[in-house]
C-alpha cells in the first residue's frame, strides 16, 4: 500500500488480475448453479419454484458483474489480490480525495532506464505519477522549486535532456478526448438507478403491462439521452479552451529553434512575445517585463506587470529557492493566459531572442499548468449532477421499510392458498419491493440541480462544481471582501492631510512638492498601446496630478520642469502592506540623486518614519472613522552615489521622511447596500474579511448595516483590549459587552489564535462566531476565518476577487469570484442591442475604408479601430461560457454582490424541489405499494392502458415541479437542510393514515354493493371491475392530491398558480379524474377499461376524495406552521 503526497489524491494501493476461476463472480456461482441443478433434477419441487430459483440466482449473478461496473472497490475485491509494493503489481487502485473525481484502476507502466534500473508509472486524472522506491508514488516533480541561480545559469536543453524531459513529462498537450454519443449512453443506462428501472420495466412486462413499461423505459432513455446532449455540450465547450499549436523560438543546443509549442518541456529557454494566443505553458520571466491579461484564469481584468527575477545588470532579485507562493505573482506568467505587451532586456550580455521577446524558463507544461488545473477542476471535481446520494439512500431505505412489510402480507396471506401460482405470487412480491423507487427518482433529482445551474448561467453566473448549488440554500454566514466586492475600486482622491498641526484637508495643488512626488512614482502604472493600465486607485490619483508617466517610467511635471525616472519597484506585498518604488532625479550637470518613494497601510509606515509627527495617529483614524481609505506616504535621499542593484528593501525602508497621508472616498457600490440587507432579513449572518484597516472597515459595516455597535481588539502597552473605534469605551480581554459586534485585526487574531480559552479550544475558536469584521488581515488569514467557522458547523459563502481571495474562496462551500471591472449589473437588452449595431456598423466601414488609400480616410479608419477594439475590451472583461476562473466553484460576470441574492435563491429553490420530490414520492410509493398489497389479494390489478395514463399524468406534473423559478426577495424562513426532519416525517405518516383510511373505507363501500368473490384468479385475463375502477380513480386522485398539498411555493418560489404549467396539468387531471368519476362521458371510461360507478357511490366516492384533501392540506399546513422551517442557528 502506498500514498501521495498530492492534493489530489487520498491513497493507492497495488493490485494483480486472479486467476478467471476465483473471480467472485465465476467461481462461487458455477458451484452456486451446480447447487441449483441438484435442487432441479433430485427433488420434487414445482416448475414454478425451480424457476424462481433460477431467477434469484441469475439475478444475483448479474447484480454481481454490475457491482464490479458500478464501484471501483468491489472490482478490486472480486477480480484482483491485492500486494504490498507496486514493484510486482499491474495496477494501481487511486483514491483521489473528496469532490475530486471517482476511484479509478490505473495500469502501472514500466520502462528500463539506461542504469539499469526500472521507472514506474501510473496516469491519473491527467497527470503523471511515478514510483522511485516501489513503494509510494508521487507526482512527477517539476522545476519549481530549485535555486534561482540554477534558472539564471540556464543554457536550455540540449538533445540528450530533451529526450530525458520528454520521457519526464511527455508532451504540452492538453489533450481533451471527446466520448461519442454511443459511449456515454451506455455508461449512463449501466448507471445503477438506470438498471434497476430496466429491471422494474422487465417485471412490469412479465405482468403484462406492456404500454406501460415501453412509456416508462422511452421516458427513460429520452432523458438519458438529453442529458447525455447537455454533456458532449459541455465537454466541446471545455475542450475551446485548449488551442492549436504554435511556432515559438526556443534555445536549444545552443542556438535558436524554431519549435512548435507542443513540444516545449520543462528547462526550455523560450521567447516571449505579444501574440494572439494564449501562453502555452507555465513561465519563470528571466528577462525583460511583460504585461499579461490573466482574466481567464483568475476573472481578474486588469493587466498585470511581470517583471525578471534578474535584474537589468544581470544580479538576482532573490537569494535562495523559487517560491512559487511568494514570486509567482510578479514573475511567473501562467499557461492560458495573454501576454499584451513585452519589452526585451537591454542589457547586451543577456541572451537575445531572434524576435525580440522577453526570455522565459518554463516551469510546467500541460494538465500541470494553471489553465490545466483549472481544465482538470471542471473535468473532475464532480462526476454527476445529483442531490445528496447518502440523504437518497437511506430514504429508499425508509420506504424500503414499508414494502417489505407489505410484500411478507401478500407472500403470507397468499400462500395460505395451495393452488395459488407461486410464479404470480413471486414475481407480484418484486413488484412491491421496486415500487418505493419510483422511475422519476433519477430524473428529478438530476433535474433539480440542472435547472438551477441554466437559471444560473442565464444571469450571467457560471459554476465548474453544480454539486455546490444545493449548499447555497443551506448557507448560514455570508462573508465578503470590502475593496472592489462591497465598495467600488473606482475610489476618489479626496485630499492629503496630517502636514501640518491641524488635520484639515488640502487640495492636491495646495500640497508640497515633495508629496506630489511620491503619488506620481510610488505606483504600478504602465502603458500599453498608448493607454495607461494598472491599479485602479493608482490612476484615479495620477490624473488628478500635474504629472505624465511616459513609456520609459519616466514621470515629468511640465509646469515645473522636472521629471524623475522610476529604476526599480518593490511591489505591493499583501504580507508586507507596503510597496516602494527608487527613482532618479537629474540636476543641471546631469547628475543624479535616487529617492525611495514609499507607501502603505498607516500603522506599517509609522515604524519606518525617522521622526513620528504628534498627530500621527489621530489624524489618519479621524478620516478612516469617516470610512475613508488612508494611505501614508514616505520617502528618503538614498544620495548621488548608489548602486541601485545593491540597494535592499529592508535597508532603503527606514528613517523615512513623512509626506503625509492621502485620503480616498471608499463609495459603496449601488446594489451592496440592498444586497445586504436582503441577506440579513433572509436569516443570514454578514461578515466582512477585509485586508484594510479596521476603522475603515467598521464605517463601512455600519453604512451597510452589518454591525451597530463593535468593538476592535487593540494592543496596548499594557496588553490588549477592546474598545470601540473611537477609543471612548474600553473593556478588559475576557469581560467584553456582549451587546457589542466584535472586529479582529490580522495581529489580533494572531493573538487569539494563539491564546487558549480551553484545553482544546482557542480563544479564536470562542469568539469567531461573534466577529462580524476582520481587517488588515492577510489572504491566509481570511482563509483560515472561513476553515473555522465550517468547523463549527455553519455553511459559508465567500465573495471576493479571484486574486488575493483565492485561498478563502476555495476553502467557503459557497465561493464566488466577482470580476472587480466589470459592470455592476447586466445590461439591458436594448442597450446590448445597440452595441452590437454599432459594431455591425463600424465593421462594414472598415471594410470600406481598407480598399481607399487617401490619408483622410485611413485616419478614419484608425479611429474606426480604436472604437472596434473598446467595444471589443467591454464584452473581453467578461467570463465566457468555458473560461471559468480557477478561483471559485461560482464565478459572476458582474461585480455586484447581488450575485450572492441570486445564487441563495437558486439554492433555496433546489433544496426546497428535491425536499417536496421526497414527500411527494414517498406519499406515491406507500399508495402503490397498498394498492398492489392488500388489495391485489381482492383482484385489484390495473389495464395496461390505465398504468401508461397514470405514469403520463403524474410524469408531467414532476417535470413541472423541476422548472419552479425562484422569488425574487429572498425570505426570513429557511428551508430544512435535509429530509429527516420532524416536518417532513410527520407530514407524510399522517397524510398516508389519511389516504389509507379513504381507501379503506371505499373499498368497503365497494364490497357493501359488490360482494367479494369466493376465489379470485389472479392470472385470469383483466376485466373492468366495480373494485378496479374505484381503486384506480382512488389512486390517481391521491397522487395528484399529494401534488398539489405537498408544493411547498411561496416564500421560496413561485405558487401552484404562479406555475402555469403545474397549475394547468394538475388542474386538467383534476377535471378528468372527475369525468370518469360522475361518468360524464362513459366512452372515456370505456377506453381507459373503466366502469361508469353506480350513482350511490358517485357523491360517496367524490366527498370521500374531497375530505381527505382538505384534511391532508390541513395536516400539512398546520405541521408547516409549527414545524415547517428551519431556524437560523445562533452564533452565539
Same mark, same amino acid.
Not at 810 to 825: F, L, Q, T
Given at each position: ?82 500486494? %504490498?509494493?507496486?514493484? !510486482?503489481?499491474? &495496477?494501481?487502485?487511486?483514491?483521489? @480525495? *473528496?469532490?475530486? /473525481? #471517482? ?37 512527477? %516533480?517539476?522545476?519549481? !522549486?530549485?535555486? &534561482?541561480?540554477?534558472?539564471?545559469? @540556464? *543554457?536550455?536543453? /540540449? #538533445? ?973
Amino acid at each position: 500500500m502506498g500514498t501521495t503526497v498530492s492534493d489530489d489524491v487520498q491513497k493507492i494501493t497495488f493490485h494483480n488480475h486472479r486467476p478467471l476461476l476465483s473471480h467472485f463472480y465465476v467461481g462461487p456461482f458455477l458451484f452456486l448453479y451446480t447447487l441449483w441443478a441438484a435442487f432441479a433434477f433430485q427433488t420434487e419441487h414445482s416448475i414454478e419454484v425451480i424457476s424462481i430459483a433460477l431467477a434469484a440466482c441469475g439475478i444475483l449473478h448479474v447484480l454481481c458483474g454490475l457491482f464490479c461496473v458500478w464501484s471501483v472497490e468491489w472490482k478490486t475485491l472480486c477480480m484482483y489480490s491485492t500486494i %504490498p509494493d507496486a514493484l !510486482n503489481a499491474t &495496477l494501481a487502485k487511486v483514491v483521489p @480525495t *473528496k469532490n475530486n /473525481g #471517482s476511484t479509478v484502476l490505473c495500469p502501472i507502466n514500466k520502462r528500463s532506464k539506461s542504469d539499469g534500473s526500472e521507472e514506474l508509472w501510473i496516469d491519473f486524472q491527467q497527470t503523471k505519477y511515478h514510483c522511485l522506491d516501489g513503494k509510494f508514488f508521487h507526482p512527477v %516533480p517539476f522545476p519549481v !522549486n530549485s535555486p &534561482l541561480q540554477d534558472y539564471i545559469g @540556464t *543554457k536550455g536543453l /540540449g #538533445s540528450d535532456q530533451i529526450k530525458e524531459a520528454e520521457t519526464t513529462w511527455g508532451s504540452n498537450e492538453m489533450r481533451i478526448v471527446l466520448p461519442t454519443f454511443q459511449e456515454l449512453f451506455v455508461e449512463r443506462a449501466t448507471a445503477p438507478f438506470f438498471v434497476f428501472q430496466v429491471f422494474c420495466v422487465g417485471l412490469w412486462c412479465l405482468d403484462e403491462y406492456w404500454y406501460y413499461s415501453l412509456f416508462t423505459l422511452g421516458m427513460l432513455a429520452m432523458f438519458e439521452a438529453t442529458v447525455v446532449k447537455q454533456q458532449m455540450k459541455s465537454m466541446s465547450e471545455i475542450k475551446k479552451m485548449t488551442q492549436e499549436p504554435y511556432i515559438m523560438n526556443v534555445y536549444r543546443n545552443k542556438r535558436w529553434e524554431k519549435v512548435k509549442s507542443n513540444q516545449l518541456y520543462p528547462g526550455d529557454l523560450v521567447s516571449l512575445t505579444r501574440r494572439s494566443e494564449t501562453v502555452p505553458a507555465d513561465l519563470l520571466l528571466l528577462h525583460g517585463q511583460c504585461v499579461v491579461d490573466e482574466s481567464m484564469l483568475t476573472g481578474e481584468s486588469v493587466p498585470l506587470m511581470k517583471e525578471a527575477v534578474v535584474s537589468e545588470d544581470g544580479s538576482c532579485c532573490y537569494q535562495g529557492n523559487l517560491d512559487l507562493d511568494a514570486h509567482s505573482r510578479l514573475h511567473v506568467v501562467f499557461g492560458g493566459t495573454k501576454v499584451i505587451q513585452h519589452t526585451a532586456a537591454t542589457n547586451k550580455q543577456f541572451l537575445k531572442s531572434p524576435d525580440g521577446g522577453s526570455l522565459a524558463y518554463v516551469l510546467r507544461t500541460g494538465f500541470n499548468t494553471a489553465q490545466g488545473k483549472l481544465l482538470r477542476t471542471i473535468m473532475y471535481s464532480v462526476q454527476r449532477v445529483t442531490a445528496n446520494n447518502f440523504e437518497t439512500f437511506m430514504f429508499i431505505l425508509f420506504l424500503l421499510q414499508f414494502a417489505i412489510a407489505a410484500s411478507a402480507y401478500v407472500w403470507i396471506e397468499g400462500s395460505k392458498d395451495p393452488d395459488r401460482n407461486r410464479y404470480k405470487l413471486f414475481l407480484e412480491c418484486t413488484l412491491i419491493l421496486t415500487s418505493v423507487v419510483p422511475p422519476e427518482l433519477p430524473i428529478e433529482l438530476s433535474l433539480a440541480v440542472n435547472s438551477s445551474l441554466l437559471s444560473l448561467i442565464k444571469m450571467g453566473i457560471y459554476c465548474t462544481e453544480p454539486f455546490r448549488i444545493p449548499f447555497a440554500g443551506k448557507v448560514h454566514v455570508c462573508c465578503f471582501d470590502k475593496t472592489g466586492t462591497l465598495t467600488s475600486d473606482k475610489l476618489e482622491l479626496t485630499g492629503v492631510c496630517g502636514l501640518s498641526d491641524k488635520s484639515d484637508l488640502m487640495q492636491i495643488n495646495e500640497v508640497p512638492i515633495e508629496t506630489c512626488q511620491v503619488l506620481a512614482t510610488c505606483h504600478s502604472l504602465m502603458h500599453v498601446e498608448d493607454k495607461l493600465i494598472g491599479d485602479p486607485i493608482e490612476k484615479a490619483t495620477l490624473s488628478v496630478l500635474p504629472w505624465t508617466l511616459t513609456k520609459g517610467d519616466v514621470v515629468m511635471c511640465r509646469s515645473l520642469k522636472q521629471s524623475l525616472k522610476i529604476q526599480k519597484r518593490f511591489h505591493f506585498n499583501s504580507t508586507l502592506k507596503r510597496m516602494s518604488v527608487i527613482v532618479s532625479k537629474q540636476d543641471a550637470a546631469y547628475n543624479c540623486e535616487y529617492f525611495i518613494m514609499t507607501k502603505g497601510a498607516p500603522e506599517v509606515i509609522r515604524n519606518m518614519l525617522k521622526e513620528v509627527p504628534v498627530n500621527y495617529d489621530s489624524t489618519h483614524k479621524q478620516y478612516t472613522l469617516q470610512g475613508g481609505r488612508v494611505i501614508a506616504l514616505a520617502r528618503k535621499s538614498l544620495g548621488k552615489e548608489v548602486t541601485v542593484r545593491d540597494v535592499l528593501r529592508e535597508e532603503a525602508e527606514n528613517d523615512l521622511e513623512f509626506c503625509g497621508f492621502v485620503v480616498f472616498s471608499t463609495p459603496l457600490k449601488k446594489e451592496s447596500k440592498s444586497a445586504v440587507a436582503m441577506l440579513k432579513e433572509s436569516s443570514h449572518y454578514v461578515v466582512m474579511i477585509t485586508g484594510d484597516s479596521p476603522l475603515t472597515a467598521c464605517y463601512v459595516a455600519n453604512q451597510l448595516r452589518i454591525t451597530k455597535k463593535i468593538l476592535i481588539l487593540t494592543d496596548h502597552e499594557d496588553g490588549w483590549r477592546w474598545e470601540t473605534p473611537d477609543g471612548a469605551v474600553t473593556f478588559p480581554l475576557h469581560q467584553e459587552d456582549k451587546s457589542y459586534s466584535l472586529c479582529l485585526t490580522g495581529p489580533g487574531m494572531n493573538f487569539c489564535v494563539n491564546t487558549p480559552a480551553t484545553k482544546k479550544r482557542s480563544l479564536f475558536d470562542e469568539i469567531v462566531t461573534r466577529v462580524l469584521v476582520f481587517a488588515r488581515v492577510t489572504p491566509k488569514q481570511k482563509e483560515e476565518v472561513i476553515t473555522t467557522l465550517k468547523s463549527q458547523g455553519l455553511v459559508t459563502v465567500m465573495c471576493g476577487d479571484g486574486t488575493n481571495d483565492v485561498g478563502a474562496l476555495k476553502h467557503a462551500d459557497v465561493g464566488v469570484a466577482i470580476i472587480s471591472n466589470a459592470p455592476e449589473v447586466r445590461p439591458e437588452k436594448k442597450v446590448l442591442q445597440e452595441k452590437q449595431s454599432m459594431k455591425t456598423t463600424i465593421m462594414q466601414q472598415l471594410a470600406q475604408a481598407k480598399g481607399d488609400r487617401k490619408s483622410s480616410v485611413l485616419e478614419r479608419q484608425k479611429m474606426l479601430e480604436e472604437k472596434l477594439k473598446e467595444l471589443q475590451a467591454e464584452e473581453d472583461t467578461l467570463v465566457k461560457l468555458g473560461d471559468a476562473s480557477i478561483a471559485s466553484p461560482f464565478t459572476s460576470k458582474y461585480s455586484s454582490v447581488k450575485c450572492i441574492c441570486n445564487i441563495i435563491r437558486q439554492g433555496r429553490c433546489t433544496l426546497v424541489t428535491t425536499l417536496q420530490m421526497f414527500k411527494i414520492l414517498a406519499l406515491n410509493a406507500l399508495i402503490i405499494a397498498y394498492c398492489q398489497s392488500a388489495l391485489y389479494l381482492d383482484g385489484v390489478k390495473f389495464s395496461d392502458g390505465q398504468a401508461t395514463l397514470q405514469g403520463l399524468l403524474l410524469a408531467g406534473c414532476f417535470l413541472f415541479i423541476s422548472r419552479s423559478k425562484p422569488l425574487d426577495k429572498l425570505s426570513k424562513a429557511r428551508p430544512h437542510a435535509n429530509i429527516f426532519n420532524t416536518y417532513t416525517i410527520l407530514t407524510v405518516v399522517l397524510q398516508f393514515c389519511v389516504h389509507l383510511y379513504t381507501i379503506i373505507r371505499l373499498v368497503d363501500k365497494c364490497h357493501e354493493l359488490e360482494p367479494r368473490r369466493p376465489s379470485i384468479d389472479l392470472e385470469a385475463e383483466f376485466a373492468p371491475s366495480l373494485l378496479n375502477s374505484i381503486v384506480y380513480i382512488v389512486s390517481v386522485t391521491l397522487q395528484l392530491n399529494t401534488f398539489v398539498i405537498n408544493y411547498r411555493g411561496h416564500p421560496y418560489m413561485e405558487s401552484l398558480r404562479e406555475n402555469k404549467p403545474l397549475c394547468y396539468s394538475s388542474v386538467f387531471t383534476a377535471t378528468f379524474m372527475a369525468i370518469l368519476t360522475f361518468g360524464i362521458a362513459p366512452e372515456i371510461n370505456k377506453e381507459f377499461s373503466l366502469l361508469v360507478l353506480p350513482d350511490p357511490i358517485q357523491n360517496e366516492v367524490f366527498i370521500a376524495l374531497l375530505l381527505d384533501s382538505v384534511l391532508t392540506f390541513l395536516i400539512d399546513r398546520v405541521l408547516l406552521f409549527i414545524c415547517g422551517d428551519a431556524k437560523l442557528k445562533p452564533l452565539y
